[in-house]
Structure formats: structure tokens, C-alpha cells
């Protein structure tokens, strides 16, 4: 997980010294980004309304987020995009949507539709989407896990049950052919490599 941080920081960081004003946090959980990006760039949070509520009050309702309660922001809104408008965000201006720490609890098709509507939303060469994947070196086809270590193996397999068989989840590699068509990929990189190409082995 700090792996990942680190790696969607990065992104982010980039997006903001090109000048993007406008931040999408997609299922935001508890990410801190908006307090430790406060003043660079208007962000938005979608997220169940437990979630933000929790958020706000541990914050002391110090939160400089645009929130977009959601019980299930798949199913919520019709048209995310036009949701994420009517709040403020303006399709027109450079956006990066981060979609962390999601994408392997998501439906593939469903995963696929929501893609495609945020980047058809904006100009093409002014809206990005930073998202995971849960690895296909974790995730083996026969939906077992092998991280290497039996007690968070066992951990990720009581989690995978409980999403029924696993066929509802986005598990193993995404693939050029999963994204619409129009999308360029600009970078491709596993997390835990890019950290240690930045700080050596721990």
C-alpha cells in the first residue's frame, strides 16, 4: 500500500506542475491528499456517506474537499460525470481522477463503462485516471493468492470469498483491450519497482 501512495503521489505531483487545478478522488476512503495538497488544486471526494461523515468529524470538519456522498457511486449517479459537474468540477479544465485501491472490488464491464465515461467527459489530452490492479503475480487464474506470506494469503482469501466466487472482481493484469478506445496509456509501472528505482532495496 505505501508502495502505491508513493507511486499515485507521483502522479499527481506531475499533474499539478502541468498545471491541473481539478482532483478527483474516487472512493476515497480516508486518503489524505487534499490536506497534503491543500492549496494546489481543488479536490473532490466520492465515498459512502459513513465514510466522508467519519472523515470530516476525525478532521474537525477540517476537510478542503468538494464530497459527493455515494452509497455505491457505481449504481448512485446516471452519469458520474455530470454528478461531479453539478458539485463544481468544470469538464472543460485539466483533470486527474485517482482511482486508488478500487478498481480490484469493481465488475470489469462495470469497471470498463465508468473508465469511459470519465475520459469521454473531458478533453482527451486534459483528463487522466490513475488506478491499480491487483497483480496477476498475486492473483493466480485458479483465483488463489501467493503473496509469499501465508498469513496475509489467508487474509486476501477470506476477503476474495467474501466477494462470492472472485467472477465479480477485477483480478489479474488489466490489459490495453480493457480500456476505451480512445485512452492513450501513459505509463505502466508496478509500484513496488518505481519505489525501489527511487529509494534502492529495504
Known amino acids: 500500500m505505501g508502495a502505491r501512495t508513493v507511486y499515485v503521489d507521483?502522479?499527481?505531483?506531475?499533474?499539478?506542475?502541468?498545471?491541473?487545478?481539478?482532483?478527483?478522488?474516487?472512493?476515497?476512503?480516508?486518503?489524505?491528499?487534499?490536506?497534503?495538497?491543500?492549496?494546489?488544486?481543488q479536490f473532490y471526494e466520492i465515498d459512502q456517506p459513513a465514510t466522508l461523515d467519519f472523515k470530516k468529524e476525525t478532521l474537525g470538519g477540517d476537510l478542503p474537499s468538494r464530497l459527493l456522498p455515494a452509497t455505491d457511486y457505481l449504481t448512485t449517479f446516471s452519469h458520474l460525470p455530470s454528478a461531479l459537474a453539478d458539485v463544481g468540477l468544470d469538464w472543460s479544465e485539466p483533470v486527474i481522477v485517482v482511482w486508488e485501491g478500487n478498481l480490484p472490488y469493481v465488475p470489469r464491464l462495470e469497471a470498463q463503462r465508468l473508465m469511459t465515461d470519465l475520459l469521454a467527459a473531458g478533453s482527451r489530452s486534459s483528463t487522466t485516471v490513475v488506478f491499480d490492479t491487483m497483480s496477476s503475480v498475486v492473483a493466480r487464474e485458479d483465483r488463489k493468492i501467493h503473496t509469499g506470506d501465508r498469513t496475509l494469503d489467508a487474509a486476501l482469501e477470506r476477503l476474495m470469498a467474501a466477494y462470492g466466487d472472485g467472477s465479480n472482481m477485477w483480478i489479474g493484469d488489466w490489459r490495453p483491450t480493457d480500456l476505451p478506445a480512445h485512452a492513450h496509456i501513459a505509463d505502466s509501472t508496478d509500484s513496488m519497482t518505481y519505489v525501489q528505482a527511487l529509494y534502492g532495496d529495504p
Not at 16 to 28: A, F, I, M, P, Y
Open 10 to 41: 507521483s502522479r499527481v505531483r506531475e499533474a499539478l506542475r502541468r498545471g491541473t487545478k481539478q482532483v478527483v478522488l474516487l472512493g476515497s476512503g480516508l486518503d489524505a491528499r487534499a490536506l497534503r495538497f491543500r492549496g494546489e488544486a
